[in-house]
C-alpha cells in the first residue's frame, strides 16, 4: 500500500504562485504513475496533470496547461505541481493519487492523499 499525503496549499492572489507537495511513503512509489485532481465546491472532480513512473508521459488539462507543471523525485518519493498565473476558478481542493498507469480517469488510480486547499482571491 500507498499513503500520499498533500501539503503546500493557502491563500493567493490572482496571479501568483504556489507550489504543492505529495509525499509517499513505501519503497515502491517510484513504480507508480502520478496523478493531481481537484475539487471545488459544488462540482465533480476534475483531472489537473499525471506524470508516469519514469517521469514521461506527462499529460495536463487544458484548462493548466502552461500554467502548471507536474514534477517527482523518486529519491524523495515526493510529487510536486508547481502552480503559476493562478487564477480564482483554480481555487479547489487538490488531490494526488497513485495508480498503475497514466491517465486521466480518477477511477484508475488506487491511492489518494486527503487533499490540501487552494484558494486564489481575485
Known amino acids: 500500500q500507498v499513503q500520499l499525503v498533500e501539503s503546500g496549499g493557502g491563500l493567493v492572489q490572482a496571479g501568483g504562485s504556489l507550489r504543492l507537495s505529495c509525499a509517499a511513503s513505501?519503497?515502491?512509489?517510484?513504480?507508480?504513475?502520478m496523478g493531481w485532481f481537484r475539487q471545488a465546491p459544488g462540482k465533480e472532480r476534475e483531472f489537473v496533470a499525471a506524470?508516469?513512473?519514469?517521469?514521461?508521459?506527462?499529460y495536463y488539462a487544458d484548462s493548466v496547461k502552461g500554467r502548471f507543471t507536474i514534477s517527482r523525485d523518486n529519491a524523495k518519493n515526493t510529487v510536486y505541481l508547481q502552480m503559476n498565473s493562478l487564477k480564482p476558478e483554480d481555487t479547489a481542493v487538490y488531490y494526488c493519487a497513485a495508480g498503475p498507469g497514466v491517465t486521466s480517469t480518477p477511477e484508475v488510480y488506487d491511492y489518494w492523499g486527503q487533499g490540501t486547499q487552494v484558494t486564489v482571491s481575485s
Open positions: 513505501g519503497r515502491t512509489f517510484s513504480r507508480y504513475a
Open positions: 506524470m508516469s513512473w519514469s517521469g514521461r508521459p506527462i
